[in-house]
């Protein structure tokens, strides 16, 4: 019963290899350790059962020697460590080694021999692992420094930006600008390790803030960005004004009118300018400075040249652009969008202020004439006349003739066909007679005579 319980040992041993790449146990080819700490190589899938008899050793050989050293001795259940450091232990109930404060000196290759004896006499099994062991320094932050440290001039200076840390081991750099990985190419070059990037020769497009990532297998850090300054141009030079027309190098202005030239390009530092005249073949220095201002004179279809000369006293590049003004009328509308918008703004608060005029005006003056002519109260006075007893004397309503000089008008009330002269009566009566046909010229008929002789005299 014992010889088949081996044999299916044996058996399930062959399985495992077979499937796992291992006979007995199984270590991590490589194991990567922080300076200072611990470290643990583990020993999986070992079987160990009362039926065996198992021996480790555990042997270090660094990188620089040739021969290599025992570590710990495990025969049976007795442990034997032979490092007097005591830096070395096993971790039982299997064959796992402990690494107690690691630094570079433990860095190297860690090989476990074991054998396994069957007490029954069947044929021992020996087996070799082998791991490497590396110990790393967690990263600092990285520094970035620049050289030259002042700006550089495009196309005439290089720059070199090295990436440094104060702490780590087997450390790789990444450089990025503008937090964009940077590549390799014509005018950009990396050092073996990546730590130093070389710029031969800088341009414009070479502006922005570099930074570096420096990374090992145990950490990561990256650096402050650094801006890189390139001193360029001028580019794109052009000459701009807010005021009249402009088709391509013509400005077309109104006569008289004081215009303002801009003349602008891409550029760093700023460009120094100088405004040139030029007239029969002769050139003249105008003004000195960015800005320009010309007062145009009042002859129509006048012309006159200039040029704009830009200077960059850090790269000593210079470029000039040419331009022609033109004296014409634009007529209205036809001016900067900012005077229209001003004069617009002039205008209302003018136009509010008449229209405000007129009304209080108008108002006064049917105010007036309410109080001094009371249309109202005479209306009110006609209709409410009592009317005469038209068996009583006849009275014309003109008994004092003086009162009645004057120009008269004519005015005729439209009735029937059939007209009949209307007594002073009949007119007091007028607002209850209907059909009436009569005259103010029948009024002044009837007047009495005497008090008109009387007036005379």
């Known amino acids: 019963m014992e010889t088949i319980g081996i044999t299916f040992l044996l058996l399930f041993y062959a399985v495992t290899s077979h499937l796992s790449g291992s006979t007995y146990v199984r270590v991590p080819p490589i194991l990567h350790g922080i300076h200072g700490n611990s470290l643990l190589l583990p020993v999986e899938n070992l079987i160990w059962t009362e039926d065996m008899d198992v021996s480790f050793y555990w042997n270090f050989r660094r990188r620089s020697d040739h021969h290599s050293t025992l570590l710990v001795v495990s025969k049976g259940k007795k442990f034997i460590n032979m490092d007097n450091s005591k830096r ?13 404060n690691l630094d570079e000196t433990v860095e190297g290759e860690y090989r476990l021999e074991f054998s396994v004896t ?22 600092s932050v990285p520094v970035i420094r620049k050289n030259p440290s002042t700006e550089v001039v495009e196309d005439r200076d290089d720059v070199m930006l090295i990436c440094s840390v104060e702490n780590g081991t087997r450390v790789q750099y990444q450089w990025y600008r503008n937090n964009r990985p940077i590549r390799t190419g014509a005018r950009h070059a990396l050092s073996p390790n990546n730590n130093t990037l070389v710029i031969s020769p800088v341009r414009k497009e070479d502006i922005g803030d570099y930074s570096c990532v420096a990374k090992n297998v145990i950490s990561q850090k990256k650096s402050d960005p650094v801006a ?5 141009g001028p580019y794109n030079l052009a000459v701009k004004s807010d005021r009249g027309l402009q088709t391509g190098e013509v400005f077309t202005v109104n006569p008289g009118e004081l215009v303002f030239f801009d003349c602008w390009a891409d550029s760093n530092p700023p460009n120094s300018c100088v405004w040139i005249s030029k007239a029969n073949n002769d050139t003249e220095v105008v003004m000195i400075g960015p800005r ?3 007062m145009m004179s009042y002859t129509l279809a006048d012309t006159q040249e200039y040029v704009c000369r830009a200077f960059n006293n850090a790269t000593q590049k210079q470029d000039e652009t040419q ?9 209205p509308g036809k001016g900067n969008g900012a005077d229209m918008l001003q004069a617009g703004s002039m205008v209302s608060p003018l136009a509010a202020i008449v229209i405000a005029s007129l009304i209080i005006i108008t108002c006064m003056l049917v105010v007036l004439f309410r109080k001094s002519c009371h249309p109202h109260r005479a209306i009110k006075n006609i209709y409410k006349r009592p009317l005469s007893d038209q068996k009583g004397p006849h009275l014309s309503g003109h008994e004092d003739a003086t009162e009645d000089f004057g120009i008269y008008e004519f005015v005729a009330i439209p009735g029937k066909a059939e007209s009949m002269q209307a007594s002073s009566r009949s007119l007091a009566q007028l607002d209850s007679i209907q059909d009436l046909h009569t005259t103010i010229y029948d009024v002044i008929r009837h007047i009495p005579e005497t008090p008109t002789q009387s007036l005379l005299k």
């Open 88 to 100: 070395f232990s096993f971790q039982p109930p299997n064959a796992s080694l402990l690494i107690n």
């Open 118 to 139: 069957f007490r029954n006499g069947s044929k021992a099994v020996k087996e070799e692992k082998l791991v490497q062991i590396t110990v790393d320094v967690p990263i």
């Open 228 to 232: 890189l300054t390139v001193f360029y």
């Open 292 to 294: 320009f201002k010309v």
């Open 323 to 331: 331009f022609t003004l033109v004296v014409a009328s634009l007529g």
